[in-house]
């Protein structure tokens, strides 16, 4: 797997769907369907050489491939399960193949990212496959050598592919990716309504952000906030989309989730910002950037950004407070003038956007929260 060459890639279409909602390559999925996801992440990852194998419905799917710059190969004998597209899909591979990445079409959100890392790791390792692993669970696509082609075309088929290449286990790799999508195929009503929501994203999802915080080595007390300002956010913003607001809980969440990731360094909001932005998600990245200090004027409408500050604000540690409360300590903390100023302008910022909740809602902070909302000296709720 050492050559010079770009990796080619095989998509395969060309089983019935027996379990899913509808034919799973031509199911909808966000502007486009399944398949054309599937190809377009290999191809924006700069996969040229893509081969899709078809069978079932052939000529619904060569219609739409038909717009697309691939090779296509017709699999007379798809009846005979997946493994029998793999062997049409290898024999059409041109013969300078140096790898191949193998990807059945249903499981269409790859990141482009996830395919570079694979073929960076190929060209690195010389290995003989090289999967892809989230959270400790292999996935798809895996990066094959073409020197295992002439094993996959004399294989009797028993096991599938799987139990194949089981036998060159001594030779493979793993890569560790932060893209829950390597996971997530379509066999299911459930499984399609899932990949919908997440192709519609910009923002990783609760799986993702835990691997990430791992990947960080961010401690366990800074997590564990995390997760408790999600679980104030998520509530909160859940609370104003049933006022009519339209905000998205699931970027919500994960911006609380991962707000603090770089806390402990110089300007962790920015430094957290730059960091998730490289990872591909600018929308979560920004409201990192003013989880910590946002700019909020009275009348201004509410947002995102304004739940995932306000939330970070009724939690200490991973306990809810009251704004008064957590900044009693804040201002107790600092000795200067001028950092106690600064202390006092983000309560005043958070008490606008508590009262623009407040306002929307028709009732106070503690009843939007929850009974689980602790008062100060044992007071009672007004």
Request: glycine share 10%.
């Amino acid at each position: 797997m050492r050559g010079t060459g770009s990796p080619a890639a095989l998509v395969l279409a060309g089983g019935r769907s027996s379990r899913a909602p509808g034919f799973k390559p031509l199911l909808p999925l966000g502007d486009s369907t399944v398949l054309e996801t599937a190809v377009g992440g290999l191809r924006r990852a700069g996969v040229g050489d893509i081969t899709v194998v078809v069978g079932h419905r052939a000529a619904d799917l060569l219609a739409v491939l038909a717009n697309l710059p691939v090779r296509t190969v017709v699999n007379e004998h798809y009846q005979q399960g997946m493994f029998s597209s793999v062997v049409a899909g290898v024999q059409a591979l041109p013969r300078e193949t140096d790898a191949f990445f193998l990807l059945p079409a249903d499981i269409p959100l790859v990141k482009s990212r996830t395919i570079r890392l694979l073929a960076r790791a190929g060209r690195k390792t010389g290995a003989d496959v090289v999967y892809p692993v989230f959270a400790g669970r292999r996935g798809h696509p895996p990066l094959i050598s073409a020197r295992l082609s002439p094993a996959i075309l004399a294989w009797d088929g028993a096991g599938g592919l799987r139990s194949l290449l089981e036998r060159y286990e001594v030779g493979a790799s793993e890569v560790a990716v932060l893209d829950e999508g390597i996971l997530l195929d379509i066999d299911t009503a459930a499984d399609y309504q899932f990949v919908g929501r997440y192709a519609d994203r910009r923002w990783p999802t609760g799986g993702e952000c835990r691997q990430i915080l791992a990947r960080l080595a961010v401690p366990d007390a800074v997590a564990s906030h995390g997760r408790a300002v999600a679980a104030v956010a998520r509530r909160l913003a859940a609370r104003l989309n049933g006022a009519g607001l339209s905000l998205d809980e699931d970027l919500v969440a994960a911006a609380a989730l991962l707000h603090d990731l770089a806390k402990g360094r110089p300007d962790h909001p920015a430094r957290g910002a730059k960091l998730i932005e490289r990872l591909g998600y600018p929308r979560v990245a920004a409201i990192i950037a003013v989880h910590h200090d946002i700019v909020f004027a009275a009348g201004q409408p509410l947002d995102e950004a304004a739940v995932v500050h306000l939330a970070d604000k009724l939690v200490r540690n991973d306990t809810i407070v009251p704004l008064e409360d957590r900044f009693a300590c804040s201002r107790e903390k600092f000795a200067d003038a001028a950092a106690r100023t600064a202390a006092e302008n983000r309560l005043a910022r958070a008490r606008l956007i508590a009262a623009a909740v407040e306002q929307t809602l028709e009732t106070g902070l503690a009843d939007i929260i929850g009974e689980a909302f602790p008062l100060p000296d044992g007071g009672e709720k007004t």
